[in-house]
Every structure is written in structure tokens, then in C-alpha cells.
């Protein structure tokens, strides 16, 4: 199985890219390719996949914390 990455883009989408199922609250599974954005705007008509509608109206930078040097 491929390892699976997702990406918290800067004031943007997940990008996932790697061989994952994307399913609904109740089981459905959403068609999906081997790279696609989700939404974490909540602003797209597309969801719960990324249409860019947050360009300009979503601001969010996320990192992770930085590992400890020993």
C-alpha cells in the first residue's frame, strides 16, 4: 500500500495524494483520483472537496510543531 500524505496548504485546501477511500457519515464512498484537495474553508460548493472559493476569503497557516533537538 502507498503511503498516503495529506498537506495543509496556507490559507487553503488538504491536499491528500495517495491511494486512500474518502467516505461519507453513512459508508458512501466519493470518487476520488490519486491527488485531490479537500475544503477547510467551508465555503465550497464542491464539498467536501476544494473549488478555490477560499482564494482571498480564508486565511489559515498552520505547522507542526518542531521536534525537539536532543
Known amino acids: 500500500m502507498t503511503k498516503v500524505t495529506i498537506k ?3 490559507n487553503g ?3 491528500i495524494t495517495g491511494d486512500v477511500e474518502l467516505i461519507d457519515a453513512e459508508g458512501n464512498q466519493f470518487e476520488t483520483k ?9 465555503m465550497s460548493s464542491k464539498a467536501p472537496f476544494c473549488d478555490g472559493t477560499h482564494k482571498g476569503k480564508f ?3 498552520v505547522r507542526a510543531p518542531k521536534a525537539e533537538e536532543e
Open 8 to 10: 495543509v496548504n496556507d
Open 13 to 15: 485546501s488538504y491536499r
Open 34 to 42: 490519486q491527488t485531490f484537495s479537500l475544503c477547510r474553508c467551508g
Open 59 to 61: 486565511e489559515s497557516v
